[in-house]
């Protein structure tokens, strides 16, 4: 079964406030084997909202919409959802007075703008809502259901474990379940890892995806069936299968940060880190982890501008660290000086076991926000290949 969502607020629309409550709307959902095709962002405009709702409803037989059923006269979801299911609000007494008794628990005096949230579109199924004055309500329209929850995250996260999933599996017969499971690769362009599950990205049951994010890449594969187990069986052959092609690239649960550190532990080495910009993340990455345990020297130098070759200069930088620190590891990272946009990054990889160290450079866009993040990947790509037994870099 497919749903979509529809997020109300012109916050939202205007990037002042993230939208958090379609995350876990789409989460508890996928719980009851409910998978989320649209999720729509409208702003506080009565014709919009109507249009949103009328126009999911042709192509789900579940929309659930999130904010919207305040007090305020931007609170507007009440109106849109009667508008758009072609019914009329309708007043109900209990709820101003479930309303009135919390403003009266809470000692403070209820306005008068706090009694529109006690309509309600006609035939609802109403949700009493404890924790706040904005009930939630369920809408049946012409066989397909449309559900209106508040938008306070804490409101809305109760009211959806509590209330309305439970509501969903015996109004819709909801038993199966979607079953998730992540691993992350490193070490590779988007474009190589896309390639090597293309023929999975086909597949209807389990769906198999994957996301880019800093140089690192997360695989999804989702398998809905009648219970975890049988979901899990779908997976766990995929899973094999991604193994055996990616096999060193694949960092399975682990972050490469994580892994790193665990490595560097499991090895017991002693790195020697030297990065010539401050906002290289690969201290950080590794502080944030068991890795910095194995930090025996860690320094940023600013001073140290590559010459016109940023491998040979990232590989005599490494040479010299090695050599002159208490270290089993140096590892060396460079970032072109300068404003320009588009510059080079060179990463450097000394041991005493190796003739001579790993180099990797690669040109950089420091226009985009995580560009030193991307950096910090290089340089603990290689770090996590001397660690493992791995084909090094090249």
């Given at each position: 079964m497919q749903a979509e969502i529809i997020a109300i607020g012109t916050e939202l629309?205007?990037?002042?406030?993230?939208?958090?409550?379609?995350?876990?709307?789409?989460?508890?959902?996928?719980?009851?084997?409910?998978?989320?095709?649209?999720?729509?962002?409208?702003?506080?405009?009565?014709?919009?909202?109507?249009?949103?709702?009328?126009?999911?409803?042709?192509?789900?037989?579940?929309?659930?919409?999130?904010?919207?059923?305040?007090?305020?006269?931007?609170?507007?979801?009440?109106?849109?959802?009667?508008?758009?299911?072609?019914?009329?609000?309708?007043?109900?007494?209990?709820?101003?007075?479930a309303i009135a008794a919390r403003f009266?628990?809470?000692?403070r005096p209820m306005s008068p703008s706090n009694r529109q949230q006690a309509y309600v579109p006609q035939d609802a199924i109403i949700i009493h809502n404890p924790h706040g004055t904005a009930p939630a309500f369920v809408?049946?329209?012409?066989?397909?259901?449309?559900?209106?929850?508040?938008?306070?995250?804490?409101?809305?996260?109760?009211l959806m474990d509590q209330a309305l999933l439970p509501l969903l599996r015996e109004r819709l017969g909801l038993h199966e379940v979607l079953l998730v499971r992540e691993v992350q690769v490193s070490g590779?362009?988007?474009?190589?890892a896309g390639e090597r599950i293309a023929d999975?990205?086909?597949?209807?049951?389990?769906?198999?995806?994957?996301?880019?994010?800093?140089?690192?890449?997360?695989?999804?594969?989702?398998?809905r069936a009648a219970d975890e187990g049988a979901a899990r069986a779908l997976i766990e052959p995929v899973l094999a299968t991604i193994a055996a092609r990616f096999q060193g690239n694949l960092l399975d649960q682990e972050s490469l940060e994580q892994r790193v550190g665990r490595r560097l532990l499991e090895h017991g080495a002693r790195l020697a880190l030297i990065e010539s910009d401050p906002a290289i993340p690969v201290l950080r990455a590794l502080s944030e982890v068991d890795g910095r345990?194995?930090?025996?020297?860690?320094?940023?130098?600013?001073?140290?501008?590559?010459?016109?070759?940023?491998?040979?200069?990232?590989?005599?930088?490494?040479?010299?660290?090695?050599?002159?620190?208490?270290?089993?590891?140096?590892?060396?990272?460079?970032?072109?000086?300068?404003?320009?946009?588009?510059?080079?990054?060179?990463?450097?990889?000394?041991?005493?076991?190796?003739?001579?160290?790993?180099?990797v450079t690669r040109g950089i866009d420091f226009g985009l926000p995580d560009a030193h993040a991307f950096v910090a990947t290089l340089a603990l790509d290689l770090l996590r290949r001397q660690l493992e037994p791995v084909e090094p870099a090249t």
């Open positions: 629309v205007l990037g002042a406030t993230v939208d958090t409550n379609s995350a876990y709307l789409a989460r508890r959902l996928a719980t009851v084997g409910v998978g989320v095709q649209r999720i729509t962002l409208v702003g506080d405009e009565h014709a919009t909202i109507v249009a949103a709702v009328r126009e999911a409803l042709t192509r789900a037989p579940l929309v659930i919409c999130s904010g919207g059923l305040g007090p305020t006269a931007d609170d507007l979801t009440r109106e849109a959802i009667a508008a758009a299911t072609n019914r009329p609000l309708v007043f109900h007494q209990t709820l101003l007075d009266a628990a809470l000692g809408v049946e329209h012409e066989g397909r259901l449309v559900a209106a929850l508040p938008g306070v995250p804490q409101e809305l996260q109760f590779m362009s988007e474009a190589q999975l990205m086909a597949g209807a049951n389990p769906v198999v995806g994957i996301s880019a994010k800093r140089g690192r890449y997360t695989i999804r594969i989702a398998a345990q194995a930090l025996a020297l860690a320094l940023v130098r600013p001073d140290l501008v590559p010459t016109a070759d940023y491998a040979a200069t990232a590989r005599a930088e490494a040479e010299r660290l090695l050599a002159e620190s208490r270290s089993t590891i140096a590892l060396v990272a460079l970032v072109e000086p300068g404003a320009a946009t588009l510059r080079q990054a060179a990463v450097a990889l000394a041991t005493h076991e190796r003739a001579e160290p790993i180099v």
